[in-house]
């Protein structure tokens, strides 16, 4: 099982294997005090990607296209997370304000295909 969650939220039992796959660490969080258990910078968005986007909903579905094709390139990352959502729940944390339009909603659809 694949799940999502802002990296701001309380971690919980439920949660799985906690993942943050941003590239860059959130504002105003503390490593510290934040509970993962891994972080895949190499399966986000690149910068240019992540630039052009700036979390404009009207641009998501070409965002979608053009991740996913991002994501092609680093199919290792993406068949290892796969095989572990099979044996494991595994939470994706993310730091968009923004929960429908971001990687981590494309990256679930993806690996719960």
Do not use: C
Request: aromatic share 10%; net charge positive; no cysteine.
């Amino acid at each position: 099982m694949v799940k999502i969650k802002r990296i701001y939220e309380s971690a919980s039992p439920d949660d799985g294997k906690r993942v943050y796959i941003d590239r860059l660490w959130p504002r105003g969080m503390k490593k510290e005090e934040v509970k993962i258990d891994e972080w895949i910078k190499e399966i986000s968005p690149s910068d240019s990607l992540r630039k052009w986007f700036g979390h404009d909903p009207s641009k998501y579905a070409e965002f979608k296209r053009r991740y996913t094709r991002e994501i092609e390139k680093h199919s290792e990352i993406f068949e290892r997370i796969k095989r572990e959502a099979k044996k494991e729940t595994i939470t994706l944390l993310f730091s968009a304000k923004d929960v429908e339009h971001n990687n981590a909603t494309v990256l679930q659809e993806l690996l719960s295909a």
